[in-house]
């Protein structure tokens, strides 16, 4: 059995389905990313979990116990906000002991736990400082130690780095990571930023529209996403129309590729920017219309006839101009999606 258990959640407002059936399994100490854009549901089923909202139908299972029915306070579960939720009154160490008075832990208890967790969050120092004194780095290190001095048996982080800089925001998801692996906690992190997910995740679980749409490695997804929709929210990709003739298929610019599924008919396929090679040629079948140099790399948009496709090249020694004809070539094989409904509508 999974350390944690969500069973077909659901939740509607009136007629109107925020969550359609969800049903995900987390292993212990495993951290799982729920990824997808703003209103697709990820929060609300962070909400449900903790018990600040409650579902229209399904069960949560957490160690073997049902908790959906019971209070949040019951549910040995800690979270983390994404405004740290802080209270401005007291000190560090206070708003660190403040739940663990609540529950009632002896007082020697709760001076070990609230030393452990200042330690592993680098706040030792910080002890007696007010949340106004702290910088936002600091404050978000408060709120994640307050939740770990819970040792509860699941985590959830509600997209926690987003209101940071994008310098900090890097430098705390690389603590947060290793955090993860000291303490060993089992954790639900929620975000919208894709590389924030590949980064973090164990595995990652991709919603939109209130559905589940497919759960993997950050590295699985990548490189042999299922559907569309995965393919274009996890990076950037080009999703071509192609027909297949069994193992293969002629790309745009008329390279024959093998694929990486047998297919007859109508289908798209998923290829990455970064894995087309572009050339500059008088008698290529492309021309350059627009160049973007992003120093690491240089991207490109590729105009065939009405089909556009995006290259990307790194450690180029020069750019090639807009209006330049080019010549592409993908090498290897091509990753076909298995999504029937993008079948159907090709």
Same mark, same amino acid.
């Not at 999974?2 to 077909?8: A, D, H, T, Y």
């Not at 490189?223 to 192609?242: E, M, S, W």
């Not at 496709?309 to 020069?318: I, L, N, P, T």
């Given at each position: 059995m999974?350390?944690?258990?969500?069973? /077909?959640i659901t939740k509607d407002y009136g007629v109107s389905r925020a969550l359609h059936p969800v049903s995900i399994n987390v292993e212990r100490g495993e951290f799982v990313t729920i990824l997808g854009p703003s209103g697709c549901g990820k929060?609300?089923?962070l909400r449900i979990l903790m018990g600040i909202s409650e579902q229209s139908g399904g069960e949560i299972w957490l160690g073997g116990k049902r908790i959906d029915t019971a209070p949040p306070e019951a549910r040995d579960i800690a979270m983390v906000f994404q405004s740290y939720a802080l209270f401005p009154? +007291?000190?560090?160490?206070? /708003?660190?002991?403040? $739940?663990?008075? +609540?529950?009632?832990?002896?007082?020697?208890?709760r001076a070990r736990r609230i030393s452990h967790a200042l330690e592993i969050c680098n706040l030792s120092g910080l002890t007696d400082r007010m949340p106004r004194q702290l910088s936002g780095g600091?404050?978000?290190?408060?709120?994640?130690?307050r939740a770990i001095v819970m040792q509860p048996s699941l985590l959830l982080f509600d997209e926690p780095l987003s209101n940071l800089d994008a310098k900090l925001r890097d430098t705390l998801r690389h603590e947060l990571t290793q955090l993860h692996r000291r303490i060993g906690a089992t954790s639900i992190y929620v975000t919208h930023d894709q590389a924030e997910a590949m980064a973090m995740s164990d595995r990652i679980v991709v919603m939109n529209a209130g559905r589940v749409v497919e759960v993997g490695t950050p590295l699985e997804l990548y490189?042999?996403?299922?559907?569309?929709?995965?393919? $274009?929210?996890?990076?950037?990709? /080009?999703? =071509?129309?192609?027909d297949a003739d069994g193992t293969q298929a002629q790309l745009p610019w008329h390279q024959s590729v093998n694929l990486d599924k047998t297919a007859i008919g109508p289908?798209?396929?998923?290829?990455?920017?970064?894995?087309?090679?572009?050339t500059a040629d008088e008698n290529g079948t492309g021309t350059v219309s627009?160049?973007?140099?992003?120093?690491? /790399?240089? =991207?490109?948009?590729v105009e065939i006839?009405?089909?556009?496709?995006?290259?990307?090249?790194?450690?180029?020694?020069?750019?090639?101009?807009? $209006?330049r004809s080019v010549s592409l070539q993908f090498p290897g094989v091509v990753h076909l999606l298995n999504d029937a409904s993008i079948r159907e509508a090709a």
């Open positions: 999974s350390e944690l258990e969500i069973r /077909n929060s609300t089923l009154h +007291m000190s560090v160490a206070k /708003n660190l002991g403040f $739940g663990l008075r +609540m529950k009632k832990i002896a007082k020697d208890e600091q404050q978000q290190r408060v709120a994640l130690a490189r042999a996403p299922k559907h569309a929709f995965t393919a $274009g929210f996890l990076g950037q990709t /080009n999703l =071509l129309h192609v289908v798209q396929i998923s290829v990455r920017p970064e894995n087309i090679a572009i627009a160049v973007s140099f992003m120093g690491a /790399n240089a =991207l490109y948009t006839g009405q089909t556009q496709v995006r290259v990307s090249q790194s450690g180029a020694d020069h750019l090639i101009d807009a $209006g």
